[in-house]
Protein backbone atom coordinates (compact mmCIF):
# COMPACT_ATOMS: atom_id res chain seq x y z
CA UNK A 1 0.00 0.00 0.00
CA UNK A 2 1.42 3.15 -1.14
CA UNK A 3 0.90 6.38 0.79
CA UNK A 4 0.63 9.58 0.19
CA UNK A 5 3.86 11.90 1.35
CA UNK A 6 2.09 14.40 1.64
CA UNK A 7 -1.10 13.34 3.74
CA UNK A 8 1.78 11.55 6.29
CA UNK A 9 3.24 14.98 6.63
CA UNK A 10 0.20 16.79 7.69
CA UNK A 11 -0.70 13.91 10.27
CA UNK A 12 3.23 14.36 11.59
CA UNK A 13 2.91 17.97 12.20
CA UNK A 14 2.49 19.34 15.35
CA UNK A 15 -0.82 21.41 15.98
CA UNK A 16 -1.11 24.51 15.55
CA UNK A 17 -2.31 26.94 18.28
CA UNK A 18 -4.69 29.16 17.58
CA UNK A 19 -3.68 32.93 18.39
CA UNK A 20 -7.05 33.65 20.63
CA UNK A 21 -8.45 37.10 19.07
CA UNK A 22 -8.57 39.90 21.02
CA UNK A 23 -11.86 40.16 22.76
CA UNK A 24 -14.14 43.66 22.37
CA UNK A 25 -14.25 45.73 25.16
CA UNK A 26 -16.92 47.58 25.59
CA UNK A 27 -16.72 49.76 28.71
CA UNK A 28 -12.90 49.67 27.69
CA UNK A 29 -11.70 53.12 30.09
CA UNK A 30 -8.55 53.33 27.38
CA UNK A 31 -11.08 54.37 24.12
CA UNK A 32 -13.98 56.45 25.46
CA UNK A 33 -14.06 59.77 25.58
CA UNK A 34 -14.70 61.66 28.66
CA UNK A 35 -16.60 64.69 28.87
CA UNK A 36 -16.49 67.29 31.93
CA UNK A 37 -18.92 66.71 34.38
CA UNK A 38 -20.32 69.93 33.96
CA UNK A 39 -21.35 69.35 30.14
CA UNK A 40 -24.55 67.20 31.52
CA UNK A 41 -25.80 69.96 33.52
CA UNK A 42 -28.12 71.36 30.44
CA UNK A 43 -28.78 67.71 29.34
CA UNK A 44 -30.11 67.30 33.29
CA UNK A 45 -32.33 70.66 33.22
CA UNK A 46 -34.10 69.41 29.76
CA UNK A 47 -35.15 66.32 31.09
CA UNK A 48 -36.13 67.52 34.35
CA UNK A 49 -38.12 69.79 32.32
CA UNK A 50 -39.61 67.30 30.25
CA UNK A 51 -40.89 65.17 33.80
CA UNK A 52 -42.52 68.32 34.84
CA UNK A 53 -44.57 67.80 31.28
CA UNK A 54 -45.52 64.51 31.81
CA UNK A 55 -46.51 64.71 34.80
CA UNK A 56 -48.63 67.79 34.31
CA UNK A 57 -50.62 65.67 31.96
CA UNK A 58 -50.88 62.84 34.93
CA UNK A 59 -52.09 65.89 36.81
CA UNK A 60 -54.78 67.07 34.41
CA UNK A 61 -56.12 63.24 33.96
CA UNK A 62 -56.40 63.48 37.98
CA UNK A 63 -58.69 66.67 37.63
CA UNK A 64 -55.85 68.55 39.17
CA UNK A 65 -55.96 71.77 36.74
CA UNK A 66 -54.03 73.99 38.73
CA UNK A 67 -50.96 71.71 39.77
CA UNK A 68 -50.80 70.69 36.01
CA UNK A 69 -50.34 74.52 34.49
CA UNK A 70 -48.00 74.89 37.31
CA UNK A 71 -46.08 72.38 35.82
CA UNK A 72 -46.19 73.40 32.34
CA UNK A 73 -45.39 76.78 33.47
CA UNK A 74 -41.89 75.32 35.52
CA UNK A 75 -41.40 73.52 32.26
CA UNK A 76 -41.54 77.24 30.32
CA UNK A 77 -38.86 78.31 32.77
CA UNK A 78 -36.74 75.04 32.71
CA UNK A 79 -36.60 75.74 28.86
CA UNK A 80 -35.48 78.83 28.59
CA UNK A 81 -33.06 78.09 31.36
CA UNK A 82 -31.03 75.23 29.54
CA UNK A 83 -30.10 76.85 26.64
CA UNK A 84 -28.18 79.58 28.33
CA UNK A 85 -26.64 77.40 30.76
CA UNK A 86 -25.37 75.69 27.95
CA UNK A 87 -23.73 78.46 26.12
CA UNK A 88 -22.70 79.97 29.78
CA UNK A 89 -20.74 76.30 29.65
CA UNK A 90 -19.68 76.09 26.35
CA UNK A 91 -21.68 72.86 26.79
CA UNK A 92 -23.65 73.17 23.54
CA UNK A 93 -24.03 70.07 21.72
CA UNK A 94 -26.32 68.96 18.33
CA UNK A 95 -27.55 66.14 21.08
CA UNK A 96 -28.78 68.54 23.32
CA UNK A 97 -30.38 70.41 20.57
CA UNK A 98 -32.07 67.41 19.57
CA UNK A 99 -33.36 66.28 23.25
CA UNK A 100 -34.38 69.82 23.99
CA UNK A 101 -36.68 69.97 20.84
CA UNK A 102 -38.33 66.43 21.66
CA UNK A 103 -38.78 67.91 25.10
CA UNK A 104 -40.53 71.28 23.83
CA UNK A 105 -43.22 68.69 21.83
CA UNK A 106 -43.99 66.74 24.60
CA UNK A 107 -44.18 70.15 27.19
CA UNK A 108 -45.54 72.20 24.44
CA UNK A 109 -47.57 70.61 21.94
CA UNK A 110 -49.26 67.52 23.65
CA UNK A 111 -49.31 68.57 27.27
CA UNK A 112 -51.55 71.92 26.61
CA UNK A 113 -53.97 70.04 24.18
CA UNK A 114 -54.56 67.38 26.88
CA UNK A 115 -55.21 69.74 29.51
CA UNK A 116 -57.58 71.34 27.75
CA UNK A 117 -59.01 68.71 26.15
CA UNK A 118 -59.71 66.43 29.42
CA UNK A 119 -60.66 70.14 31.25
CA UNK A 120 -63.41 71.42 29.22
CA UNK A 121 -63.92 69.85 25.34
CA UNK A 122 -64.50 66.20 26.17
CA UNK A 123 -67.77 66.86 25.83
CA UNK A 124 -67.16 68.75 22.62
CA UNK A 125 -65.94 64.99 22.22
CA UNK A 126 -64.70 64.10 18.00
CA UNK A 127 -64.82 67.73 17.55
CA UNK A 128 -63.02 68.66 20.37
CA UNK A 129 -60.16 66.13 20.00
CA UNK A 130 -59.53 67.33 16.46
CA UNK A 131 -58.70 71.11 18.28
CA UNK A 132 -56.76 69.07 20.63
CA UNK A 133 -54.64 67.46 17.39
CA UNK A 134 -54.35 70.35 15.39
CA UNK A 135 -52.72 72.14 18.47
CA UNK A 136 -50.12 68.99 19.39
CA UNK A 137 -49.15 68.75 15.49
CA UNK A 138 -48.91 72.51 15.01
CA UNK A 139 -46.46 72.45 17.38
CA UNK A 140 -44.73 69.85 16.23
CA UNK A 141 -44.62 71.54 12.33
CA UNK A 142 -43.11 74.79 14.43
CA UNK A 143 -40.60 73.22 16.17
CA UNK A 144 -39.43 71.70 13.42
CA UNK A 145 -39.12 74.52 10.89
CA UNK A 146 -37.19 76.51 14.00
CA UNK A 147 -34.63 73.87 13.78
CA UNK A 148 -34.61 74.12 9.83
CA UNK A 149 -33.96 77.92 10.29
CA UNK A 150 -31.58 77.59 13.05
CA UNK A 151 -29.21 75.91 11.36
CA UNK A 152 -29.40 78.49 8.30
CA UNK A 153 -26.73 80.73 8.62
CA UNK A 154 -27.27 82.48 5.23
CA UNK A 155 -30.47 84.88 6.74
CA UNK A 156 -29.23 88.80 7.67
CA UNK A 157 -28.68 89.20 11.07
CA UNK A 158 -31.46 91.88 11.19
CA UNK A 159 -33.60 88.65 10.76
CA UNK A 160 -32.78 87.37 14.43
CA UNK A 161 -34.83 89.79 15.96
CA UNK A 162 -37.94 88.11 14.72
CA UNK A 163 -39.61 84.33 15.09
CA UNK A 164 -41.27 83.16 12.55
CA UNK A 165 -44.98 82.24 13.94
CA UNK A 166 -45.14 82.49 17.32
CA UNK A 167 -42.58 80.01 19.32
CA UNK A 168 -43.66 76.78 20.94
CA UNK A 169 -43.62 77.68 25.04
CA UNK A 170 -45.41 81.01 23.97
CA UNK A 171 -47.89 78.96 22.34
CA UNK A 172 -48.34 76.59 25.44
CA UNK A 173 -48.80 79.83 27.10
CA UNK A 174 -51.44 81.31 25.29
CA UNK A 175 -54.10 78.50 24.42
CA UNK A 176 -53.90 77.79 28.27
CA UNK A 177 -55.89 81.73 28.58
CA UNK A 178 -59.21 79.94 28.72
CA UNK A 179 -57.60 77.72 32.17
CA UNK A 180 -56.41 81.40 33.91
CA UNK A 181 -59.63 82.70 32.93
CA UNK A 182 -61.81 80.13 34.34
CA UNK A 183 -59.89 79.78 37.59
CA UNK A 184 -60.09 83.71 37.39
CA UNK A 185 -63.45 83.52 38.13
CA UNK A 186 -64.43 83.90 34.33
CA UNK A 187 -66.49 80.90 33.51
CA UNK A 188 -66.94 81.49 29.84
CA UNK A 189 -64.87 79.27 28.23
CA UNK A 190 -65.59 75.84 30.00
CA UNK A 191 -70.01 76.62 29.38
CA UNK A 192 -69.03 76.93 25.49
CA UNK A 193 -66.40 74.57 24.67
CA UNK A 194 -66.90 75.56 21.26
CA UNK A 195 -65.14 78.76 21.61
CA UNK A 196 -62.07 76.96 23.16
CA UNK A 197 -61.64 74.93 20.35
CA UNK A 198 -61.88 77.30 18.43
CA UNK A 199 -59.36 79.07 20.32
CA UNK A 200 -57.08 76.28 20.35
CA UNK A 201 -57.23 76.21 16.13
CA UNK A 202 -56.01 79.58 15.51
CA UNK A 203 -53.53 79.56 18.40
CA UNK A 204 -52.41 76.52 16.54
CA UNK A 205 -52.35 78.88 13.00
CA UNK A 206 -50.14 81.15 14.31
CA UNK A 207 -47.61 78.81 15.33
CA UNK A 208 -47.44 77.15 12.01
CA UNK A 209 -47.59 80.89 10.54
CA UNK A 210 -45.55 83.49 9.13
CA UNK A 211 -46.22 86.12 10.67
CA UNK A 212 -43.11 87.66 12.32
CA UNK A 213 -42.73 88.10 16.24
CA UNK A 214 -40.32 89.59 18.49
CA UNK A 215 -37.94 87.26 19.65
CA UNK A 216 -35.85 89.04 21.69
CA UNK A 217 -32.24 87.21 20.68
CA UNK A 218 -30.92 90.90 20.05
CA UNK A 219 -31.51 92.10 23.54
CA UNK A 220 -28.36 92.95 26.00
CA UNK A 221 -26.83 90.27 27.39
CA UNK A 222 -25.08 93.45 29.87
CA UNK A 223 -26.77 95.85 31.58
CA UNK A 224 -25.43 98.88 32.56
CA UNK A 225 -24.72 99.01 36.89
CA UNK A 226 -27.04 101.48 37.25
CA UNK A 227 -30.20 99.63 36.14
CA UNK A 228 -29.16 96.55 37.56
CA UNK A 229 -30.63 97.36 40.90
CA UNK A 230 -34.27 98.62 39.59
CA UNK A 231 -34.69 95.49 37.34
CA UNK A 232 -33.57 92.99 40.21
CA UNK A 233 -36.79 95.04 41.99
CA UNK A 234 -38.89 94.49 39.29
CA UNK A 235 -38.20 91.41 38.82
CA UNK A 236 -38.84 90.54 42.43
CA UNK A 237 -42.11 92.19 42.08
CA UNK A 238 -43.21 90.41 38.88
CA UNK A 239 -42.55 87.19 41.08
CA UNK A 240 -44.31 88.09 43.97
CA UNK A 241 -47.13 89.22 41.77
CA UNK A 242 -47.05 86.14 40.04
CA UNK A 243 -47.45 83.69 43.06
CA UNK A 244 -50.12 85.92 44.83
CA UNK A 245 -52.49 86.06 41.89
CA UNK A 246 -51.19 83.42 39.51
CA UNK A 247 -54.44 83.53 36.90
CA UNK A 248 -54.81 87.19 36.51
CA UNK A 249 -51.07 87.88 36.25
CA UNK A 250 -50.92 84.83 33.70
CA UNK A 251 -53.85 86.46 31.72
CA UNK A 252 -52.35 89.85 31.58
CA UNK A 253 -49.38 88.54 30.30
CA UNK A 254 -51.52 86.73 27.71
CA UNK A 255 -53.38 89.44 26.44
CA UNK A 256 -50.06 91.67 26.78
CA UNK A 257 -48.22 89.23 23.84
CA UNK A 258 -51.58 89.50 21.70
CA UNK A 259 -51.73 93.10 21.94
CA UNK A 260 -47.82 92.90 20.80
CA UNK A 261 -48.60 90.71 17.56
CA UNK A 262 -49.01 93.96 15.05
CA UNK A 263 -46.31 95.87 16.67
CA UNK A 264 -44.11 92.97 15.43
CA UNK A 265 -45.87 92.72 12.29
CA UNK A 266 -45.12 96.28 11.47
CA UNK A 267 -41.68 96.47 13.13
CA UNK A 268 -41.01 93.58 10.27
CA UNK A 269 -41.87 95.40 7.44
CA UNK A 270 -40.09 98.25 8.53
CA UNK A 271 -36.53 96.76 8.72
CA UNK A 272 -37.19 94.96 5.61
CA UNK A 273 -37.69 98.18 4.43
CA UNK A 274 -34.58 99.64 6.11
CA UNK A 275 -32.13 97.07 5.17
CA UNK A 276 -33.42 94.49 2.70
CA UNK A 277 -34.29 90.76 1.98
CA UNK A 278 -30.23 89.78 2.57
CA UNK A 279 -29.53 93.31 4.27
CA UNK A 280 -27.29 93.52 7.06
CA UNK A 281 -28.16 94.83 10.49
CA UNK A 282 -25.98 97.89 11.30
CA UNK A 283 -26.52 98.44 14.59
CA UNK A 284 -25.64 95.05 15.79
CA UNK A 285 -22.54 94.72 17.64
CA UNK A 286 -20.55 91.48 17.71
CA UNK A 287 -19.81 89.89 21.10
CA UNK A 288 -16.48 89.47 22.34
CA UNK A 289 -15.62 85.68 22.01
CA UNK A 290 -13.35 86.21 25.36
CA UNK A 291 -16.21 87.34 27.43
CA UNK A 292 -19.68 85.67 25.62
CA UNK A 293 -19.78 82.44 24.98
CA UNK A 294 -20.75 81.45 21.64
CA UNK A 295 -22.18 78.40 20.43
CA UNK A 296 -25.20 76.86 18.57
CA UNK A 297 -28.58 77.78 20.41
CA UNK A 298 -28.88 74.45 22.67
Partial sequence: MVLDKNSSDEENAPPVKETARPRRRFFSRRSERRVPLVALIPNVITLMGLAAGLTSIRMGMDGRIELAIGLIVLAAFLDGLDGRVARLLKASSKFGAELDSLADFVNFGVAPA?????WGLTEFKSLGWIAA???AISAALRLARFNVSNNDTTQPKWKLRYFEGIPAPAGAMLVMLPLYLDLGSVELFKSLPQITAFFMVVMAGLMVSHLPTFSGKLLGHRIQMSYAMPITVVGVLFAAI???YPWVTLSFICFGYLALLPFGFF??????????????FETLEEPDESETPVGPVH
Fill in 114 to 118: LLLFT
Fill in 133 to 135: LAF
Fill in 242 to 244: LFT
Fill in 267 to 280: AYRKDLAKYGENGE
